[in-house]
């Protein structure tokens, strides 16, 4: 059986692990593939900002960077940032794979214009413009701006640990609102921009009348079809560091850690 490994950007216990792991009901998983969650070691609490996402890559760097040693066949990120893919590629020959580089292919599969739901704090409302220019750095690093005919945004409390448990009834509806003003305003295929958002999914995908697309479970999808097919990242393109510091990385983490425990 082929194994792998997902790692969430943030240390959760088994809780939010959970949570994590609950993606895979939407989605059809076969049964030669085993997945694996697993938390970084320590991180910020949020993740509104440059800061937070710099934290965020070296833990999910550190959380990966012995997969291939541990067994695992594939490895990808639960963050639609993409964050760590890089650098893990750097160091790994199984494939790594990026959820919002994917999700983002596949919407132009479906459709001429792709459109992002965007989640804002109603408490920190100044991280909105630094959201807007997340998506749109994302959008260029992949090279898919000119797909993406909007960022539209809902309010939400921030929780990624506990997502929108109790909050459905609430927020559900102004996502949908939000899917309603991009798909007016051109879009042809939404994208979640969380894979905090997976819950959503299937309400959503029920209440409009355009592909939603889900980050996470559709980079399992391709899991699958990477395996299968027997691919993985072009060393050209991402090239082995001539010395690899994994234990120096580990240490790093270990560190921090213990730091975050202290206090």
Same mark, same amino acid.
């Given at each position: 059986?082929? =194994?792998?490994? /997902?790692?969430? &950007?943030?240390?959760?216990?088994?809780?939010?692990?959970?949570?994590?792991?609950?993606? #895979?009901?939407?989605?059809?998983?076969?049964?030669?593939?085993?997945?694996?969650?697993?938390?970084?070691?320590?991180? &910020?609490?949020?993740?509104?900002?440059?800061?937070d996402?710099?934290?965020?890559?070296?833990?999910?760097?550190?959380? *990966?960077?012995?997969a291939?040693?541990?067994?695992?066949?594939?490895?990808?990120v639960?963050?639609?940032?993409?964050?760590?893919?890089?650098?893990?590629?750097?160091?790994?020959?199984? &494939?790594?794979?990026?959820?919002?580089?994917?999700?983002?292919?596949?919407?132009?599969?479906?459709?001429?214009?792709?459109?992002?739901?965007?989640?804002?704090? !109603?408490? +920190?409302? #100044?991280?909105?413009?630094?959201?807007?220019?997340? +998506? =749109?750095?994302?959008?260029?690093?992949?090279?898919?701006? #000119?797909?993406?005919s909007? /960022?539209?945004?809902?309010?939400?409390?921030?929780?990624?640990?506990?997502? +929108?448990d109790?909050?459905?009834?609430?927020?559900? !509806? =102004?996502?949908?609102?939000? *899917?309603?003003?991009? /798909?007016?305003?051109?879009?042809?295929?939404?994208?979640?921009?969380?894979?905090?958002?997976? #819950?959503?999914?299937?309400?959503?995908?029920?209440?409009?009348?355009?592909?939603?697309?889900?980050?996470?479970?559709?980079?399992y999808?391709?899991?699958?079809?990477?395996?299968?097919?027997?691919?993985?990242?072009? =060393?050209? *393109?991402? &090239?082995?560091?001539?010395?690899?510091e994994?234990?120096?990385?580990?240490?790093?983490?270990?560190?921090a850690?213990?730091?975050?425990?202290?206090?």
């Open positions: 059986m082929a =194994r792998a490994l /997902i790692i969430v &950007p943030y240390a959760f216990g088994e809780n939010g692990l959970a949570h994590r792991r609950a993606q #895979q009901a939407h989605v059809k998983i076969p049964t030669d593939i085993e997945f694996e969650y697993r938390s970084i070691k320590a991180g &910020p609490h949020y993740f509104l900002g440059r800061h996402e710099f934290l965020i890559e070296i833990g999910i760097f550190e959380a *990966g960077i012995d291939q040693n541990e067994g695992f066949d594939a490895v990808s639960d963050t639609m940032s993409d964050s760590g893919v890089a650098e893990l590629r750097a160091v790994l020959d199984i &494939p790594v794979v990026a959820p919002g580089r994917t999700m983002f292919s596949y919407a132009v599969m479906l459709g001429g214009k792709f459109a992002i739901l965007a989640q804002v704090d !109603p408490q +920190y409302p #100044q991280y909105q413009s630094a959201g807007l220019a997340f +998506y =749109r750095n994302l959008l260029k690093k992949t090279e898919f701006t #000119q797909f993406c909007g /960022i539209e945004f809902f309010e939400a409390p921030s929780n990624a640990e506990n997502l +929108y109790g909050h459905e009834a609430e927020v559900f !509806p =102004r996502m949908a609102e939000a *899917g309603r003003r991009a /798909i007016d305003a051109g879009a042809e295929v939404l994208c979640l921009g969380s894979t905090t958002m997976h #819950q959503a999914g299937p309400y959503l995908s029920e209440h409009l009348p355009v592909p939603v697309l889900n980050p996470g479970p559709v980079s999808k391709i899991i699958q079809a990477m395996l299968g097919l027997g691919h993985s990242h072009s =060393r050209a *393109g991402h &090239p082995s560091p001539i010395a690899r994994g234990a120096m990385v580990h240490a790093m983490l270990d560190a850690r213990a730091l975050k425990e202290e206090n």
